[in-house]
């Protein structure tokens, strides 16, 4: 599903000098699998993420993802990409305050994220059934002010479930939860990977996560090494 072959990101510093963030970094992961990354502030989790899911073009190396090789794709190609396979969730919820829960779910839809064969009853058919997937079937029309954060999360992971990607990636999920709703949400994904077989790639310091992961990685000096060994508190 996911393969990184070779992968270098580079960012220039203050003073003009380019930081290393990803040193050659691989990684395979399989059709199903719940992988967990960790490793400490600043090293680079969300850089792999970014190129992982397509919203970052400006590196080295081989990357494909659901069959697709996605360095040296257009634009256009990679956006195509992003709404049609992955599904992003992130540790800011990022809905939109005057939409209610439905319209939120259903955005992608606006952004090319709908066949054009599908009607605005279909997709909001769609949109429904991923509401009641993440237990928020009775709160379609309440806008994000008037919802819990672990609610708003659930509403985040219905948006990024509404186009039935391949692949989820999130990023820090629970960052801004109190640990009971981070727990709940955190059970959430693990039923996702369990009951749908979901493929997954949490970045997160959940223990629950790293518990029930296939595989934890470590993201160490730009490289992903085995996360269970010898693995220094973050
Ligand atoms: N757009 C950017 N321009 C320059 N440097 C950047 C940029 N984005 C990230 N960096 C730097 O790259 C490094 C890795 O950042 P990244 O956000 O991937 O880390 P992270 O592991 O996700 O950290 P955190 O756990 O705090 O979210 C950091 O040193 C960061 O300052
Ligand atoms: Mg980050």
Not at 14 to 26: Q, T
Not at 128 to 137: H, S
């Amino acid at each position: 599903m996911i393969s990184l072959r070779g992968v270098r990101k580079r960012y220039p510093d203050a003073e003009g000098a380019m930081l290393e963030v990803l040193s050659g970094a691989d990684l395979s992961v399989a059709e199903g699998e719940l992988v967990a990354i960790v490793g400490p502030s600043g090293c680079g989790k969300s850089t792999l993420l970014n190129v992982i899911g397509g919203l970052d073009t400006d590196y080295t190396g081989e990357v494909e993802v659901a069959g697709q090789r996605l360095t040296g794709l257009s634009d256009k190609a990679l956006a195509a990409f992003r709404n049609r396979t992955v599904g992003f969730v992130f540790q800011s919820f990022n809905l939109l305050a005057p939409l209610n829960a439905l319209e939120n779910v259903m955005l992608p839809s606006f952004f090319g994220g709908a066949a054009a064969s599908e009607g605005q009853q279909e997709l909001e058919a769609r949109a429904r059934a991923a509401l009641d997937r993440v237990g928020l079937a009775g709160k379609a029309k309440r806008r994000p002010p008037e919802l819990s954060g672990g609610e708003r999360q659930r509403v985040a992971i219905a948006r990024a479930l509404f186009g039935r990607p391949r692949l989820i990636l999130c990023d820090e999920p629970t960052g801004n939860l109190d640990a009971k709703t981070g727990a709940e949400v955190i059970d959430f994904f693990l039923r996702l990977s369990q009951e749908d077989r979901q493929t997954l790639v949490v970045v997160t310091h959940e223990e629950r996560v790293s518990k029930a992961a296939g595989r934890v990685l470590r993201l160490r000096e730009g490289q992903l090494i085995d996360g269970r060994e010898g693995a220094a508190a973050p």
